[in-house]
């Protein structure tokens, strides 16, 4: 069957307000034929892929004529920034016009020109259209679409103030019919809110930004004339190649993902890793795009450039997470869905009631509107999105990675953690733990190993090479490397020595648990021990885990009695030794199905295992970013950090709860007292404003929040 070959696709869109803005696209989109759709109406952010023979301009105009912009797109759409394009420049427009307006309502200021309906009508015409402008238009491409926004309420009520006090103006029925500060104030207002809105919003972003902000610099190339003659000439990192050469000094930005080719460096990857500490790189190294040559100076080659490079697979990661939405959202989506047709009933009911109530129209259309105008759709579908980005925002501070949204919410419930040994608990680099020697002096032992294993590329073989180095080696006759049995060498008196794993001592002694037997002629020479050298922080992780009632398990395909003795070392509840990839994977199916788990692992052999865990975890290196299996990625081998990942995680939730709590009860309580005059438009403007800032500082919250 022929496949489609699909296209990532990620654009900023403008003008959207709600979830039901967000749900709009999102539809939109789907209906083109685009899949795995995410819309972020928080950041603006519209993620989804498609085949690439798709218009992009043809998509972008779509979007547009649902009320939306797609920012940075070279098409017939492009415009110059209008006049009051932003909601602060609107705001900054209406206020003073709103501010004569009111002055009526100030003890004590009396003018008689201010009671005038027709200079109210001319102070108030101003802010009316502009706000129509903006509401207006989108609140009828809403409608025309079928998903009613936000925007249908505010511009139904800011028109009923408006229209019921020109009819009064025509008809002279006197002041006290006159509601024009109404309209302006309702407009005013939620264009203050939308901006408070904007800007809170766009704190909780910071960590992200500044990985962004740090993607454009200037890179230095080198470049050979026809006399081989070498010049240096400046270029915007945008337009670098794979292959390209660069000249970087200290204190400059690395411009892209590049190679060691001369000289070194001291480089400071904290933007990438969270670590502070400087690391030291040399010839054939990796640089990363977007760390600081603290010292020193290289010429290096490129490898990866502009959307390549890890600093952007980094930024890709965090905005499709942020698009993602975790299964406490759901339902939030669903009632916002159909939230402004309900409110619209309400209000409808509330004028009839307190009409036939109270007797008269102007109190009764003044509660409708406040009705209208409090109500806020846009705050149960912004309680998840201001959240997540405050935790995805934190954890890529700290060099934590969240591949979906989704795993956040999972930290809340974990039971267990598996953990891989090697690589994951360890350092992965092994050091002589113990030797034993017979027939021989100490010296000798070491000579005759040194001189044996230096010819062999097995990482135990090296290890013992660089930890018992010596310029006094033997003078072999002959040597070669057996393959599965370890190394053969002859001396020039016809002695044979072999140095291999227990295969080559098997006839000699029945002590199986070595790590390399050395033989000379038909006798043992002796044996040598390694252990791997534990990660510092591992212990300090393990009681971590304990004090949060977390059952620990190490899952390994090491030998049993040295991953007992880890486990030992650590404080480890269980062990499960000598496993291969697919035992582990089985195992790990089993003990999710009892319990939520998350595993811990290096991502490359315990792939499948972390693809099956409740949460997968990889310790890994920015290098290594590209292990699409782990949910979520510790960079610079980070295992300190996941404490704070499951804290983050559990913190999230519980902050996105707060948020969805706070959304429910404001509209549930609210819109009550509205109905029953206890609230005037002007206030519920106010109201609803403020109630999106409230969430956005409450997600704040999670960035110096003690999570851990």
Not at 614 to 638: E, K, R, Y
């Amino acid at each position: 069957m022929f496949k489609m070959n699909m296209e990532k696709v990620q654009w900023k869109v403008e003008g959207m307000d709600c979830s039901n803005c967000a749900l709009t696209i999102r539809k939109y989109l789907e209906k083109e034929g685009m899949k795995n759709v995410k819309v972020n109406f928080a950041n603006g952010d519209v993620l989804f892929d498609t085949s690439e023979d798709f218009t992009k301009e043809e998509i972008a105009k779509g979007i547009h004529g649902l009320g939306y912009t797609v920012v940075n797109m070279q098409t017939a759409l492009s415009e110059k920034k209008q006049f009051l394009a932003t909601h602060l420049q609107r705001f900054l427009f209406c206020l003073p016009f709103t501010l004569i307006l009111m002055l009526h309502m100030i003890p004590g200021i009396h003018f008689e020109w201010l009671m005038n309906p027709w200079i109210n009508l001319a102070l108030c015409i101003p802010v009316y259209f502009t706000g129509m402008k903006y509401f207006g238009k989108s609140a009828w491409k809403s409608i025309r679409n079928g998903i009613p926004n936000m925007n249908v309420l505010i511009t139904l009520g800011s028109t009923a103030a408006f229209v019921y006090s020109l009819a009064a103006s025509l008809m002279g029925l006197g002041e006290a019919y006159l509601f024009y500060e109404t309209a302006a104030t309702i407009i005013t207002l939620i264009f203050l809110g939308n901006y408070l809105e904007q800007a809170s919003i766009g704190s909780t972003q910071r960590a992200l930004k500044k990985l962004v902000r740090s993607q454009k610099v200037m890179a230095n190339v080198i470049a050979f004339d026809d006399q081989h003659a070498e010049h240096i000439f400046p270029v915007e990192n945008t337009e670098l190649r794979a292959g390209d050469l660069l000249l970087i000094k200290s204190g400059e930005q690395v411009p892209a993902d590049c190679k060691i080719l001369w000289g070194n460096a001291s480089v400071n990857e904290a933007i990438l890793t969270g670590e502070s500490l400087p690391v030291l790189k040399q010839i054939k190294d990796q640089l990363i795009g977007g760390s600081i040559l603290n010292d020193g100076t290289v010429k290096a080659q490129v490898t990866a450039a502009g959307d390549d490079t890890i600093l952007s697979g980094i930024i890709n990661l965090v905005k499709q997470a942020q698009g993602e939405k975790p299964p406490v959202q759901q339902m939030a989506d669903k009632i916002s869905a159909v939230f402004v047709p309900v409110v619209l009933i309400i209000a409808a009911i509330t004028l009839a009631a307190n009409w036939i109530i109270l007797g008269s129209f102007t109190p009764a259309i003044m509660r409708a509107i406040a009705v209208l105008v409090i109500a806020c759709p846009c705050a149960m579908g912004l309680a998840t999105p201001a959240a997540i980005a405050v935790g995805l925002g934190r954890g890529t501070r700290k060099g934590i990675l969240f591949r979906n949204a989704t795993s956040l919410e999972l930290f809340k419930n974990i039971q267990q953690a598996v953990f891989d040994k090697t690589g994951t608990l360890t350092t992965g680099k092994l050091r002589v733990a113990a030797f034993h020697f017979e027939n021989s002096t100490e010296d000798e032992f070491k000579k005759i190993v040194f001189s044996l294993e230096k010819y062999s590329a097995h990482p135990i073989a090296k290890s013992i090479v660089n930890e018992w180095k010596r310029k006094d080696e033997i003078r072999w006759k002959k040597i070669e490397e057996i393959k599965g049995l370890g190394i053969k060498a002859e001396d020039k008196e016809g002695n044979i020595y072999i140095a291999g794993s227990f295969k080559i001592a098997e006839s000699l002694t029945d002590n199986d648990i070595h790590n390399v037997y050395i033989k000379k002629n038909e006798s043992l020479l002796g044996w040598i021990d390694l252990k791997d050298e534990l990660r510092p922080e591992a212990k300090t992780v393990i009681s971590y885990l304990h004090s949060k009632g977390i059952k620990t398990i190490l899952l390994t395909g090491d030998r049993y009695q040295r991953s007992k003795e880890l486990a030992n070392e650590l404080g480890i509840d269980e062990v499960i030794a000598e496993q291969s990839p697919l035992q582990k994977l089985e195992i790990v199916s089993n003990l999710t199905s009892h319990a939520p788990t998350i595993m811990v692992g290096d991502g490359i052999n315990d792939a499948p295992a972390l693809a099956k865990a409740t949460i997968g975890i990889s310790i890994s290196d920015a290098s290594q970013l590209a292990m699409q299996t782990a949910q979520v990625v510790l960079m610079n081998h980070g295992l300190a950090t996941l404490p704070l990942a499951l804290g983050l995680g559990k913190h999230t939730f519980i902050t996105i709860k707060q948020n969805l709590f706070w959304a429910f009860f404001y509209n549930i309580v609210a819109i009550p007292v509205a109905a029953l005059g206890f609230l005037t438009p002007s206030f519920s403007a106010l109201a609803m404003g403020f109630s999106d800032v409230i969430l956005a500082i409450n997600s704040a919250r999670l960035f110096t929040k003690k999570v851990e």
